[in-house]
């Protein structure tokens, strides 16, 4: 099955500069690749997403970007702010037979502490 | 919050008990998920439906079983916990446009199994 490496698991930044997030995938079937931000105590939410046949989205502060020949993505995040301090995952989805449905396998986090 | 709610929030149960967790949606979303979090492990897939009485096994479905009898519910039952399946477990549901791909998190449930 699908193998998602999420690096790395913690990281630490100053308020206003850049965070980076990396994910490898293992299966050159996946096509969908999202990120969600959880909050502490709280559920996923879906931050930012990019399928296969795109190789950048931006999204104001937020940009993910996907090389499918080196099975890697990335999630980028300018001028951070406190707020940002969550933990985050990365996801590879594989359509399942048949149908319409995907399942996701997800990264294992990385805790990104955003200092005033 | 994409209409999903879960049952119980929070539970405490001994080892040996059976124990089932629901998951209600108001969105008419087709797929629904279960998955389980615990630290250093991200979110796993426990199993999966894709319509009423259709359902699929995820990554960790041994001491799980689910069943779906209606669109709006989905529900996951622990057959006789263990102390092991302490976690924080997470419903999410997709596919309202009849493709799955952006999956959403209800508020998730605390068990802990003594």
């Known amino acids: 099955g699908e193998n998602v490496e999420q690096h790395p698991s913690t990281l630490s930044v100053q308020e206003g500069d850049s965070a980076v997030i990396k994910c490898t995938y293992s299966?050159?079937?996946?096509?969908?690749f999202p990120w969600y931000k959880q909050e502490l105590g709280k559920r996923p939410q879906l931050i930012i997403d990019i399928r296969s046949n795109v190789g950048e989205k931006k999204d104001q502060r937020i940009a993910v970007t996907l090389n499918k020949t080196a099975k890697h993505f990335s999630l980028h995040i300018t001028e951070t702010q406190p707020e940002d301090s969550a933990v985050y995952f990365c996801a590879a989805s594989i359509r399942t037979s048949g149908g319409s449905n995907y399942k996701l396998t997800f990264g294992k986090g990385t805790l990104l502490t955003v200092n005033p | 919050d994409a209409g999903i709610t879960q049952s119980p929030r929070h539970k405490v149960t001994e080892t040996g008990t059976p124990v089932t967790l629901r998951c209600h949606q108001t969105e008419n979303h087709r797929y629904m998920y279960w998955y389980r979090q615990d630290p250093g492990h991200g979110l796993r897939l426990i199993h999966y439906?894709?319509?009423?009485?259709?359902?699929d096994k995820g990554e960790v479905s041994d001491g799980y079983s689910v069943s779906r009898s209606k669109t709006e519910d989905f529900l996951l039952t622990l057959e006789s916990a263990t102390s092991s399946q302490t976690s924080v477990y997470f419903c999410?549901?997709?596919?309202?446009?009849?493709?799955?791909?952006?999956?959403?998190f209800g508020p998730g449930t605390r068990l802990l199994v003594l």
């Open positions: 999410a549901i997709s596919g309202r446009g009849g493709w799955g791909e952006t999956q959403y």
């Open positions: 439906s894709y319509g009423v009485k259709d359902t």
């Open positions: 299966d050159s079937a996946s096509n969908y």
